[in-house]
């Protein structure tokens, strides 16, 4: 592509963002992919990329505007509806698996409301350049989660929690997660149909880097949520775990992307009531 | 005359045949001997079900040694395709497994139907990109809708594209090597010029495939809004597939 022609279309494009390794991309996306839809908002931080389910649980993956090698965004805030498998689709067209030295350069642009996505990827010299429909943008949920309000906190390695909730009986309904100050532990647990499992992590275990528990507090959750909790641990290293007084939860990922940024996708969960 | 053992299938029973091979026989086999229907015409055809004769190799790639493999013809209650496995066994003896496959022989007024299809005339031929970088991009694009868009130019570019009502998506490649049509056009042809057939994805995704065995080549013969006429070219094997257009 000439560069002049490219500067003209760049033009018309309220969104222009390029970046060297897709990788970084589609590996936050990847973690809160576990339904089709999702909401992008945009900034001149990046992106948020929302997922929900349900009325009760919300996932969003922050895809942060310095890890692109460009980032022209020239209105204040952007946003629109997307399929998110289709975009994963788009994004994986070379494969998704690790590929010795090739790496995939990625352009995204964004004409505005009613416009589609324009994604234009590069491999070896090998061009793919995606259309993507867009829809207008929904109402995403607030769940009013203020750091001033945490009652518990965690932070434990993700494959731990990953393990925890794999244990986790999938014909149970309801998960049950409390917070003991002495001995200091995190206990999470499954009931239903006759049985109960329990998994308990110590609070001084090694897996454990962070436990602040000023008292205990118990919650309750669908457990059939709390499994999608478990997307977005399998590209995390580490895992901080919040609750506060109404019960709501907040589980907060760090994610470091193909490059070596460090990256965060949040998840929240509403309690079950008694 | 060359000696060869010929595989055709039928894809969809049209009259197009879908997937032609050919085996030359002294790459494969230390003994061959057959003898035709007559002198004149020394050819055997038979009709067999694939499922059936990939079972009975499947087995010669899970064992752990197989001595050798005979391959008959022969009657039991009906024609079969007699196989006798060879491998060696605790004691000196060796053991010896048999496995029949029925098959149909099929009567000489049946043979036109099965013989090798012509090359079509085709407006533009093009070695493919390595089928380890294609079979990605066409996995994905199955994903996103069942029809392929294949165009090709004289100048070496090829272009896969998939379009549902949620995305359309277009891979470009560039710098094909291209082979003369050699009806004479070329010379007035148009460089740019993209010629244009849409087909099912899978079977496509299937030709695919064959990477498993590594081929020397693969080319493209482009007929447009007709067929794609592809080839996987190793060694003594040359496996041929025919997708026809699909209807809008």
Excluded at chain 1, 234 to 254: E, H, I, P, W
Excluded at chain 2, 142 to 169: F, I, K, N, Y
Aim: aromatic share 8%.
């Amino acid at each position: 592509m000439l560069d002049t022609q490219e500067a003209e279309e760049d033009k018309q494009n309220v969104l222009v963002a390029k970046i060297d390794n897709v990788k970084n991309v589609s590996q936050l996306l990847k973690a809160v992919h576990f339904r089709e839809s999702a909401m992008v908002v945009v900034t001149s931080d990046g992106l948020k990329v929302t997922v929900e389910d349900s009325k009760c649980v919300q996932a969003n993956a922050f895809i942060q505007a310095d890890m692109f090698q460009q980032f022209v965004l020239s209105e204040e805030t952007l946003s629109f509806k997307i399929n998110l498998s289709v975009l994963l689709d788009c994004l994986n067209i070379f494969g998704s698996g690790s590929t010795a030295g090739a790496t995939t350069a990625l352009k995204m642009c964004y004409a505005g409301e009613g416009h589609p996505l324009v994604i234009v990827l590069e491999e070896s010299g090998v061009l793919t350049d995606c259309s993507i429909k867009t829809q207008l943008p929904e109402d995403i949920m607030e769940f009013s989660f203020n750091s001033s309000d945490v009652v518990n906190k965690a932070i434990v390695k993700s494959d731990c929690l990953r393990e925890a909730l794999a244990e986790m009986d999938v014909d149970c309904d309801v998960m049950e997660l409390v917070f003991c100050p002495s001995p200091p532990r995190l206990q999470l647990s499954a009931v239903g149909a006759g049985m109960e499992t329990k998994v308990e992590i110590g609070g001084d275990s090694e897996l454990v880097e962070l436990f602040q528990c000023p008292r205990t507090s118990s919650s309750r959750y669908r457990l059939a949520m709390m499994k999608l909790s478990g997307k977005p641990l399998a590209q995390s290293q580490k895992v901080s775990l919040r609750t506060d007084a109404r019960g709501f939860l907040c589980l907060q990922y760090m994610i470091k992307t193909d490059d070596g940024h460090i990256c965060f996708v949040e998840f929240f969960c509403s309690p079950e009531e008694e | 005359m060359h000696q060869a053992v010929h595989l055709c299938y039928q894809y969809f029973g049209k009259a197009c045949k879908g997937l032609w091979c050919e085996l030359q026989q002294g790459h494969f086999f230390n003994e061959y001997n057959m003898e035709g229907v007559s002198a004149e015409f020394n050819e055997i055809y038979l009709e067999l079900k694939p499922d059936n004769l990939a079972k009975t190799l499947s087995i010669l790639k899970s064992s752990t040694a197989v001595r050798s493999l005979k391959i008959k013809l022969t009657r039991k209650h009906s024609a079969c395709l007699t196989f006798e496995i060879e491998s060696p066994s605790q004691t000196s003896l060796s053991r010896l497994c048999t496995h029949d496959i029925p098959v149909a022989v099929l009567p000489r007024r049946l043979w036109a139907s099965y013989a090798e299809p012509r090359m079509p005339q085709f407006q533009v031929s093009c070695d493919l990109p390595p089928l380890r970088l294609l079979r990605p991009v066409v996995e994905r694009m199955r994903a996103l809708g069942p029809r392929l868009t294949v165009s090709a130019s004289h100048a070496g570019r090829l272009l896969l594209r998939v379009e549902s009502d949620q995305a359309s998506v277009a891979t470009h490649f560039c710098g094909l090597r291209t082979h003369p049509a050699g009806h004479g056009q070329d010379q007035e042809a148009d460089q740019q010029q993209m010629f244009e057939v849409h087909v099912d994805i899978k079977p496509f995704a299937m030709f695919l495939a064959g990477d498993q065995f590594h081929p020397a080549k693969a080319v493209c013969n482009l007929i447009e809004d007709r067929m794609l006429h592809l080839f996987l070219i190793h060694e003594d094997i040359t496996l041929q597939y025919f997708i026809p257009a699909c209807s809008s």
